[in-house]
C-alpha cells in the first residue's frame, strides 16, 4: 500500500476532528467536502452556516451540510472562549476586549481555542493565511508540546530509490521553521521528527540520523560539536529513541559505506529519519532529491505544537489540503 493511501486509511480507523477556519476559501471547502464524503475526519468549519452551505452549493458540494459548522457569533461557547484567550493572554497584556475582538473576527485562533478547550483535535489552515497568521494562535494558545520549545518542519519524501529507508520512504527535519537551531533545539527537532515518522509516516521503528560533515570525528569544527551535542541531548530528551551522529548522508544510509565509516552503528546504513543540522541544509537538500530524484515530497508537516497545527501553501491544490487532513488526523492520534 502506498504512504499516502495508509495515512488515509489510518485516519479513517480512527476518525479525528479537524477544524478547518478558511471555511469559504474554494480550495479548502472542495477537500472538506471530500474529507467527510471518504469518512477520514470529523470536519469543523468556522463561519456564517448559511454562507459555507451557499459556498458549498455553488460549487456543486453535497456533504457540507454534514460537517460541524460553528458560528462565533452565535456559538454558545463564544463567550467560553473569550474568557479562555484572556486567561491564557492576560500576562502579556492582553485585554479582555482584545480577547473578544479576536475570538470573534479571527477564525484561526477560534480554532486554536476549539482544539485547547478539548472540543477538536487539530487544524489546518494556509490556503489564505501566511505562516505566521497559522502559527501565532497555535504558540499563544495550544503551545508546545511538554519538553520541546521550538516548533520545526518535517517532510514526507516518497523516492524510487527502495533500498534507502523504509522501501524508499523517509522522514526528513527541519525544512521550513527554525533557521539556525543551536544543539538544544536541534534534539528537540531530532525528537519531533522521530514522532512525526511514527505518528505519520507509520515507522515501528523511526531510525534517526543526525547529519552532518563529517562521521564520528572524521571531521573537527564547531559546527560538529553541535551535532554531537544535539545527538546526546536527544537521548536525554527521549531515552527511547533510536538515534546516532554525527554521520554524513552517505553513511547514514548505504551499508557498504558505513561499514567503513561507522562500525558498529545501530543507525548508519540504515536510517529512515534525516535530521540536517539547520535549515538551510534541509530546505536545499529536499529540493535537490524532490527534482532531480523525481521524488515525491509531502509537507512540511509542522511538528513540536502539542496538539496538531499544520500550515498550507496559499498555492496549494484540493488534493494537498486533502492529504493534510489525513495527516493531521494521524499527528492527532499520537499527541501528548
Sequence with gaps: ?????????????NRQRIVLPESLEERTITAADKAIADGIAEIILI???DEILAKAASLGLENIGKATIIDPATSEKTQEYIQLLYELRKAKGMTPEQAEQLVRNNPLYFGCL??????ADGQISGALSTTGETLRPA??????APGISCVSGAMLMITKTPQYGEDGVLVIGDVAVTPAPDAAQLAQIAVCT?????SVGGFKEPRVAMLSFSTKGSAKHEVVDKVVEATRLAKELDPDINIDGELQADAALV???????APGSEIAGRANTLVF?????GNIAYKLVQRLGDAE????ILQGIARPVNDLSRGCSVDDIYKMVAITACQAMDAI
Design 1 to 13: 500500500m502506498a504512504l499516502i493511501d495508509d495515512i488515509i486509511s489510518r485516519a479513517k480507523s
Design 47 to 49: 463561519g456564517n452556516r
Design 114 to 119: 476549539i482544539i485547547k478547550n478539548g472540543d
Design 139 to 144: 504558540l499563544q494558545i495550544i503551545k508546545c
Design 194 to 198: 522521530a514522532r512525526t515518522a511514527r
Design 255 to 261: 551499508p557498504s559505506v558505513a561499514t567503513k565509516k
Design 277 to 281: 543540522p539547520n535549515l538551510e541544509v
Design 297 to 300: 515530497a509531502i509537507g512540511p
